[in-house]
């Protein structure tokens, strides 16, 4: 394994493990406007994962790389869409339960 490579991995390694502590200690109420950001951010790295898989087409490792970067990115754009609008429906006013009217002289 060549020395740049090894050193990729490593940064690759650290920058997981720091942003796994980082999302962890989030308190709940800047998930939402944390979790947009990291939609945008990885928007950003979907298209540029399909411009570098669309570049290197000669070489096989490239395109097995950037499809598996794609498939990883799509997903986490999709993903973080859904838990955005389930926890964006969390914070709206629920409309109160209507009763029935009560009919008077009725039975109850």
């Known amino acids: 394994m060549s020395n740049s490579l090894t050193i990729y991995l490593f940064i690759f390694m650290l920058a997981t493990f720091i942003g796994l502590e980082v999302i ?3 308190s709940p109420l800047l998930h939402t406007p944390l979790m947009s950001l990291t939609n945008a951010i990885s928007a950003i790295s979907l298209v540029g994962s399909i411009e570098l898989t669309g570049t290197h087409y000669h070489d096989h490792l490239a395109v097995t790389l950037g499809t598996i970067a794609i ?24 409309e109160p339960a209507k009763t029935p009217a009560k009919v008077p002289g009725g039975a109850a």
């Open 24 to 26: 962890k200690r989030v």
């Open 71 to 94: 498939t990883a990115s799509f997903a986490n754009v999709v993903g973080g869409f859904v838990i955005t609008d389930r926890m964006l429906k969390m914070f709206k006013k629920r």
